[in-house]
């Protein structure tokens, strides 16, 4: 039988792989409309890649801000070196954004639905 830790240690391999290929492959972008679009998708990357790093493996918040840091350093020098693409300092902040809103907003789960049992059953 397979756990729940396991589907979110494949979710995370997968999602891994996904941002990867999206960071190193050559940009395709469309003309959308939207400003810093590239950065919101840095931001989104590494709050999803936070999530579900915190469900396969529960790191210490620290562990996993610094593994995290180094995958985001990791992708700017391979950029650097790919003549399609650039390294940029603002993409780090926008991914270090990202594992910063993951632990706002499981703080403030935890802090205030979940400490004020807001899904408990005895409250329907």
Do not use: C
Request: positive net charge.
């Amino acid at each position: 039988m397979i756990n729940r830790q396991a589907i979110f240690k494949w979710a995370l391999a997968l999602t891994l792989i996904l941002v990867s290929y999206l960071v190193f492959s050559k940009p395709n972008y469309y003309p959308s409309g939207i400003p810093n679009l590239d950065k919101i998708g840095h931001v989104g990357s590494f709050f999803m890649l936070s999530y579900l790093t915190y469900l396969a493996f529960k790191p210490k918040w620290y562990l996993l801000a610094v593994i995290l840091a180094g995958y985001a350093i990791f992708i700017e020098i391979v950029q650097s070196q790919l003549s399609y693409r650039s390294a940029s300092f603002a993409d780090f902040i926008a991914d270090m954004v990202g594992i910063l809103l993951f632990y706002t907003s499981h703080w403030l789960y935890n802090r205030y639905f979940k400490a004020a049992k807001l899904f408990d059953s005895d409250n329907q």
